[in-house]
């Protein structure tokens, strides 16, 4: 069964450098997102991409936070300069995004639970 | 402003009763609204989704009701089995006009043997 992958499964990380997170969707969706949970908190939505653009964000992507699709698997998260609260799991998801309502169910990927120390 | 509530304390119940899980929502006309399992440093799992038009849907030992009047949904699980212990979490479109998705803070179900 097709699956979101992402790497890294952990990543530590020092206040103010940047980071990356990879995400490898479903090859045939259409929409992406990325959530983040902080430790016994909800599921954030942070941004959805279609098209090769950004179509909704939340008002906690900043200016410190980028996606980008740099070829037709990848999509990354960059966080520029990272913040002690921007501890958190990061989920990636993806949506078919076509066709009858049960293709908007969102596939998750298993996350990278990320610490800025 | 848009809220969605899910019982934050944690469910536990014997094992082969129904467990019952709510999603309360406000100021909100979801387009459809979805539930989720969560495991433990896990991401979330489609379970099932529902449309506004619809009243219930079924799959397996699962079912959703969705009532717009009372702005909720019931998520049950019959002849429950400590597999399915976990979090589950409610997730709704907004409107049908956006692709972002909001979501519950779950509830944490706990099948005892």
């Known amino acids: 069964e097709p699956e979101v992958t992402q790497t890294p499964s952990h990543q530590v990380t020092q206040m103010g450098q940047e980071v990356i997170l990879r995400c490898v969707p479903i090859?045939?969706?259409?929409?992406f997102y990325w959530y983040r949970q902080i430790l016994g908190q909800k599921v954030e939505f942070l941004v959805s991409f279609y098209n090769n653009e950004i179509s909704e964000k939340s008002e906690i992507f900043d200016d410190q936070f980028s996606v980008e699709r740099p070829d037709g698997s990848n999509f990354t998260l960059k966080i520029r300069s990272t913040k002690l609260e921007d501890s958190a799991m990061y989920f990636c998801?993806?949506?078919?995004?076509?066709?009858?309502?049960?293709?908007?169910?969102?596939?998750f990927g298993p996350g990278t639970r990320l610490t800025v120390t | 402003s848009q809220k969605i509530e899910q019982n934050s304390e944690a469910l536990n119940i014997q094992e082969g009763k129904t467990a019952t899980l709510t999603c309360n929502y406000t100021n909100y006309s979801p387009a459809y609204l979805q539930w989720y399992r969560q495991d433990p440093g896990r991401g979330p799992v489609f379970l099932l989704l529902i449309r506004e038009n619809e009243k219930e849907k079924r799959k397996e030992r699962l079912k959703v009701t969705f009532d717009t009047t009372l702005k909720q949904s019931l998520f049950h699980i019959t002849a429950s089995q400590p597999a399915d212990s976990a979090t589950y979490l409610c997730?709704?479109?907004?409107?049908?006009?956006?692709?972002?998705?909001?979501f519950g803070t779950g509830t944490r179900l706990k099948v005892l043997a």
């Open positions: 090859s045939n969706h259409l929409y």
């Open positions: 998801a993806s949506i078919l995004g076509a066709g009858t309502a049960f293709s908007y169910e969102q596939y």
């Open positions: 997730a709704f479109r907004p409107t049908s006009g956006t692709y972002k998705y909001i």
